[in-house]
T-cell receptor, first 116, second 113 residues
């Protein structure tokens, strides 16, 4: 069975704090893909990053960074020097390599509130 | 601008009154799908389509229909909506490669009373 767990339901920080959003996944596949999406208060889903199971390099994009560790089945997301505009629900998702369906299996999301 | 467009954004309807939520993408993507988002349940796939005239059920297809007559359009049809279909719906499109991200529409918030 495949599953994505985002244990932190809600996080509240003060602007400029660093915050890490956790994502733990379960899959029996050796090839799989991990994603992070952002859902701001306006409701749309915005793609942030994709990572395949063969690429364990961490990635940094501006204030955002991602730490992928296969040994712990985790794909955590860190926002450095958070800003109010980072307030959103963040979703981690998993896709396997089997069949034709490109279905994403989603965590339940972490609601991040960045307060001024 | 590359985008997935859903309409309407908000809809309140009554039980049993057929409705269609439209979805159109301008990225020439072969793959399209519909999800619904519910509190505590997250996002779940309703239907997907690998290409024109090729559709298949996702995890929660009951009460829904889809069609894919053109590559760019993938409407979601509720023949007889019920209150348990009150939800936030998202259309998504992507290339068929497994290692590709999905692009999502703005969402349609449907309330069935």
């Amino acid at each position: 069975a495949q599953k994505v767990t985002q244990a932190q339901t809600e996080i509240s920080v003060v602007e400029k704090e660093d915050v890490t959003l956790d994502c733990v996944y379960e899959t029996r596949d050796t090839t799989y893909y991990l994603f992070w999406y952002k859902q701001p208060p306006s409701g749309e889903l915005v793609f942030l990053i994709r990572r395949n199971s063969f690429d364990e390099q961490n990635e940094i994009s501006g204030r955002y960074s991602w730490n992928f560790q296969k040994s712990t089945s985790s794909f955590n997301f860190t926002i450095t020097a958070s800003q109010v505009v980072d307030s959103a629900v963040y979703f981690c998702a998993l896709r396997n390599n089997a069949g034709n369906n490109r279905k994403l299996i989603w965590g339940l999301g972490t609601s991040l509130a960045v307060n001024p | 601008e590359a985008q997935v467009t859903q309409n309407p954004r908000y809809l309140i309807t009554v039980t049993g009154k057929k409705l269609t939520v439209t979805c159109s993408q301008n990225m020439n993507h072969e793959y399209m799908s519909w999800y619904r988002q519910d509190p505590g349940l997250g996002l779940r796939q309703i239907y997907y389509s690998m290409n024109v005239e090729v559709t298949d059920k996702g995890d929660v297809p009951e009460g829904y229909k889809v069609s894919r007559k053109e590559k760019r359009n993938f409407p979601l049809i509720l023949e007889s909506p019920s209150p348990n279909q009150t939800s936030l719906y998202f259309c998504a499109s992507s290339m068929t490669g497994v290692n590709t991200e999905a692009f999502f529409g703005q969402g349609t918030r449907l309330t069935v009373v």
